[in-house]
């Protein structure tokens, strides 16, 4: 597909959780809890309020066709601020630190006040119905030429656990917002941009790691489509799949919209109609069980409700998410019945009671009561209406999907949906601050060096400087252990023993560098960390895990343990030579317990095997 022609235009915001000490606006650590912790809970109904402009913001608006009760859990480290039942307290400095650090590292320009602002937010996530937000820096580079056009310094949102379920620990954690220029016209290259901004924040060091802690938006347009926001992708190997998935959705609209044109639909003078008494008998477990049935009649739609648009999506899945937004759990349409319960002589009695004709498509919402039925099916005309318009790709938020497609989440927001934050007091960016604050070194800068400096292999070396335990290297190549084996044992034998189940969470910074010291005092072999890993993840302590080992052997021990192996094996070394070398090492290996090194033993091995084979020919 050639991007470029269809006129691809995208841009990504990514959010980043601070690994600060406190939250952003209080005193509460930014630690994450698991949800049975939770020691109180409480609720709240939340509703948008005007901007200073008179106006309530229109993706606000769509939230509150459907009235939720949310529910909050609460923790022993969570106060009143994440409540909204107290003043936030001065913004944490810490995190504006590190968010100037990540702003220089782009050649951005700080402001000289930083005013935080609250944006209107009513899904839940936020107990107040905003979110706390403020402009640090703007205008940076990026190594495409294009513009990081912002850096805002924000809380984080509460974590959705089910539904209407929300928990208050991750609530206020520091996070940085970047926002980048339109400035990428294929696929890859916006994921190549997305993995490029994550180097830099990681470079920090300042920076939470792990599934949850980063989330890209993308924006994503085409010629004659139009801005969609896609919120919360996490995996960065799925960014370009997601836009080429939204570029197939915006053409397969733009396609149905000439079609239906073409064959003559309309949604004009659409209405929905209450056909509950059509129902009265059926089997359909939804439908058996609703207050109210709406239906409404869209000519000419037969065969473009159930058209795919996208992998696992189709134009009806889009009116189903309009639906939703009433409260209903979907809709039916007639591309897709008989099913779900719905008989075939059920399906002919609707279409006959509808004045159906062929080409015409029948669309079914089931309600709780007669408001949200009729909300479901006015939302239903509405989106069939976008479907038939000059523009049928609208400006939305969308959301993730597992799989890389998107669905509905509401309109774009406007202006309206920021104001003023009055209960924090602006800070001041002076030129002192901005001038003391220094740029550490890239991950991309700092894997070359451990490649030049310490002869790591380069793909290891990358792996190395993203790595969480980048610390824990630097510290033991500070205290005197050889590089390549603090690196071989955290990205290679560590990752061998995760597969085999070994627990290797358990393993402190204290112990790995407990092992490292041993082998290089030569109170233990290199061979003999992975059992050493595994006595410690036990429970055993390094002292004990070593004793296991057996005390250590010395050269002589060693050369005579390897002259009695090899004696009682002179038939097999006369055979194979020096290729008894493999089977015999790891006879010797076992023999001496992890307690020599193996170039020691392959050292004294060979000089044997060679003067046992000499021996037998003279």
């Known amino acids: ?28 650590p930014t630690t994450l809890r698991e949800v049975p912790e939770h020691d109180g809970e409480f609720f709240r109904y939340l509703r948008a309020t005007v901007s200073e402009m008179g106006e309530i913001d229109r993706a606000a608006r769509e939230e509150m066709k459907n009235n939720r009760k949310f529910l909050y859990y609460t923790y022993d480290t969570t106060c009143l601020v994440e409540n909204d039942e107290e003043p936030p307290a001065p913004l944490n400095d810490e995190a504006l630190s590190v968010c100037l650090t990540i702003a220089k590292m782009f050649g951005m320009t700080p402001v000289p006040q930083l005013h935080v602002m609250r944006k209107l937010v009513i899904d839940g996530s936020n107990t107040s119905g905003f979110q706390r937000t403020g402009l640090v820096a703007f205008n940076g580079r990026l190594p495409n030429g294009g513009e990081i056009e912002t850096i805002c310094l924000e809380e984080e949102a509460a974590q959705r656990v089910k539904d209407e379920v929300f928990s208050l620990d991750r609530l206020g954690i520091p996070l940085v ?46 010629a004659e489509g139009a801005r969609v926001e896609i919120k919360g992708v996490q995996e ?34 659409a209405s929905g109609q209450d056909i509950t008494a059509l129902f009265k008998e059926t089997k359909s477990a939804v439908l058996k069980k609703a207050k109210k049935i709406h239906a409404v009649t869209l000519k000419g739609f037969a065969g473009f409700v159930g ?19 009433c409260g209903v759990g979907g809709i039916f349409h007639t591309d897709e019945l008989p099913a779900y319960g719905v008989t075939a002589e059920e399906v002919a009695l ?26 479901a099916i006015t939302q239903v005309i509405t989106r069939a209406s976008v479907a038939l ?8 938020t969308r959301k993730m999907l597992e799989s890389g497609s998107t669905a509905y989440m509401r309109p774009l927001p406007g202006a309206a949906r920021m104001y003023p934050e009055t209960d924090v007091l602006p800070v001041i960016i002076g030129d002192e601050r901005w001038s003391a604050v220094t740029i550490p070194e890239l991950l991309t800068a700092k894997a070359e060096r451990f490649a030049r400096e310490y002869g790591i292999e380069k793909n290891y070396a990358m792996q190395l400087a993203g790595s969480d335990k980048l610390p824990l290297f630097d510290r033991a190549v500070q205290e005197g252990i050889k590089p390549k084996l603090a690196a071989f044992t955290l990205l290679s034998t560590a990752t061998e023993l995760r597969r085999e189940g070994i627990e290797i969470r358990a393993m402190t910074d204290d112990a790995y560098l407990g092992i490292w010291h041993a082998v290089e005092d030569g109170k233990a072999a290199k061979e003999a960390i992975p059992d050493l890993i595994r006595s410690i993840t036990e ?75 000499a021996a037998k020919k003279s």
């Open 1 to 28: 597909m050639d991007y470029k022609a269809l006129g691809l235009v995208a841009g990504i915001e990514i959010h980043q959780q601070l690994d600060t000490k406190e939250k952003l606006f209080c005193h509460c």
């Open 177 to 222: 917002e970047i926002t980048t220029s339109p400035c990428m016209h294929t696929p890859e290259e916006v994921q190549s941009v997305a993995e490029h901004i994550g180097m830099v924040l990681r470079s920090t060091g300042s920076v939470k790691r792990g599934i949850g802690t980063i989330r890209q938006d993308v924006n994503i347009s085409i």
């Open 236 to 269: 960065l190997d799925l960014i370009a799949e997601v836009v080429r998935r939204e570029v197939q959705r915006q053409q397969s609209l733009l396609r149905i919209r000439d079609e239906l044109r073409a064959r003559g639909a309309t949604a004009a003078g």
């Open 307 to 325: 058209s795919e648009i996208q992998p696992e999506r189709r134009l009806g899945s889009e009116m189903s998410d309009y639906a939703k937004k």
């Open 350 to 375: 609707l279409r006959s009671h509808m004045g159906a004709a062929e080409q015409d498509c029948v669309i079914l919402v089931a309600g709780a009561n007669e408001k949200q039925a009729v909300c």
């Open 389 to 396: 318009s000059d523009k049928p790709v609208p400006e939305e």
């Open 539 to 613: 429970g055993i302590t390094i002292g004990a895990a070593l004793a296991k080992l057996g005390p250590s052997v010395s050269r002589t021990e060693l050369e005579t343990i390897v002259r009695k192996i090899i004696t009682d094996r002179l038939d097999f070394v006369a055979e194979k030579g020096k290729g008894a070398l493999g089977p015999l090492m790891g006879i010797v290996m076992a023999e001496v317990r992890g307690s020599v090194d193996g170039k020691v033993v392959s050292e004294i091995l060979r000089k044997e095997i060679d003067a046992a084979t």
